[in-house]
């Protein structure tokens, strides 16, 4: 039933980005970087040493894929959940990887100076304004993404639905009972995704207040992920994988290389990610997320 209107999501956003990408790169109005400044420069302005500017920059990246764990929470409407979840996982990283940089590169491509692009807020559709030269085109460019956007937050917000319900199924979460339920005549949990919708207003109202507490959420959640998926495999190795049962995705003595990797990326990500995004450290430039990881700690373990 879903599979149809996934398609077209998938063939509108690949029309989007060439679209965008051929038009800027023909169009180029203030003209092109070139390659060796493209793929060599590097400037930090945020305060940080370099290397550790890098590192900070991360958590963009880390926060576009960091929720690819949360495929797990469909798999009791998925056939053959112990091969295409492991499948989707592993796919959603190689394609945001060249999915990315197939929009990065151009915009880089056609960027104008930093200076400029550093006091807007969003970047994108100033780099898509200046290359084509034109609102109305820009729009019409950025107009695909905006779409793009809807849609990533209507798998965003059901991937969530799923996994408060099966929290709450297993009693995880205040009102488990309530949270619970199946809505008979729609066959979803129709409860646990109102749950999902509010809070991500919510979150959304808390941007006109103050970004800095908006970005410390999505900070918090991605340190949140990090912490819940290397808790178990930490665990995991500590005992010598005695519980890892051979399946249909059976990685063997790689298995033990993948999970070493994840955890040092982990111990590198959880102190990375409550840094501040830039020195000095000002009302805008705070990080609030190791006060909301903490109270959420907290709250979890009364719970």
């Known amino acids: 039933m879903l599979f149809r209107p996934l398609t077209a999501a998938i063939f509108w956003t690949f029309a989007g980005v060439i679209a965008l990408i051929s038009t800027i790169l023909a169009i180029a109005k203030n003209g092109r970087r070139d390659a060796r400044w493209v793929f060599t420069h590097f400037e930090a302005n945020s305060g940080w040493p370099d290397g550790w500017s890098f590192c900070v920059g991360l958590l963009h990246a880390a926060y ?90 209507i798998g965003c917000t059901t991937a969530t639905s799923r996994c408060v319900w099966s929290f709450a199924r297993d009693g995880g979460i205040p009102g488990a009972k309530w949270w619970s339920q199946v809505n008979r005549k729609l066959d979803l949990p129709l409860n646990a995704m109102m749950l999902a919708m509010v809070c991500e207003i919510l979150l959304g109202f808390l941007y006109f207040g103050s970004s800095a507490a908006f970005n410390s959420f999505g900070g918090v959640g991605v340190i949140c992920l990090t912490a819940a998926y290397a808790t178990p495999i930490a665990i995991s190795l500590a005992t010598g994988r005695k519980q890892v049962k051979k399946g249909s995705f059976y990685l063997g003595k790689f298995g033990i290389f993948t999970n070493v990797v994840a955890i040092a990326w982990s111990l590198l990500a959880l102190p990375l990610f409550r840094m501040p995004s830039a020195l000095p450290v000002d009302e805008t430039t705070v990080n609030y997320a190791p006060v909301v990881f903490v109270a959420a700690t907290v709250i979890s373990g009364i719970w």
């Open 64 to 153: 576009a894929t960091s929720s690819t764990g949360m495929i797990i929470s469909m798999c009791e409407e998925v056939r053959k959940p112990e091969v295409q979840v492991p499948k989707a996982m592993v796919a959603t990283i190689l394609i945001n990887l060249f999915a990315g940089l197939l929009f990065l590169i151009p915009l880089v491509f056609v960027s104008p100076d930093m200076s400029d692009m550093l006091a807007m807020a969003q970047p994108v559709p100033y780099i898509v304004k200046s290359a084509v030269g034109s609102e109305g085109g820009s729009f019409a460019l950025l107009f695909p993404l905006m779409v793009l956007s809807v849609l990533c937050g």
